[in-house]
């Protein structure tokens, strides 16, 4: 399941309706990201999140695909959200479930990779040194080639 939105979601409530009656869960993995008050030293008022309707949901929803094609995943959700967002603010929520733990973890670190690197946002933070555009970082782009060729 995928949704791309301006409300904020409520962890607790998005995971208990994806695994409400079902007995063949045994992991439940969540990942949620936030917004923070400062970034690389430079204060952050605020992150403004853009995307291109339709073309967005459809990338995920083929990423999500490929994440149940390389793991047994019972269930999973990706929320992110778009618009202008405040520091702690909620920004993105992952949860995968599987019979097992280990196809949950790997499963939820992919796609997490995978929007920190390729996922068609773009982000701008506001702060104390004015707006700037937020990029991937070396290190995020080192963590997400380790799936490529079907790999992790």
Sequence with gaps: MIRVQTQDFDI???IAALTHG????????????LVRDVTGG????????????GMTERELARIEEEANTRWRLQASLIIHRVGKLAPSDNIVLVVTASAHREDAFKAAEFLMD????????????????????????????????RWDEKGG
């Design 114 to 145: 995978y929007l920190k690197t390729r996922a068609p946002f773009w982000k701008r933070e506001a702060g104390s040194e004015g707006d700037r555009w937020v990029e991937a970082r070396e290190s995020d782009d080192e963590a997400a080639k």
């Design 22 to 33: 079902r007995a063949d869960i045994g992991a439940v993995v969540t990942f949620t990201g």
């Design 12 to 14: 607790g409530a998005e």
């Design 42 to 53: 430079a204060s952050v008022s605020s992150m403004e999140l853009e995307h291109y309707p």
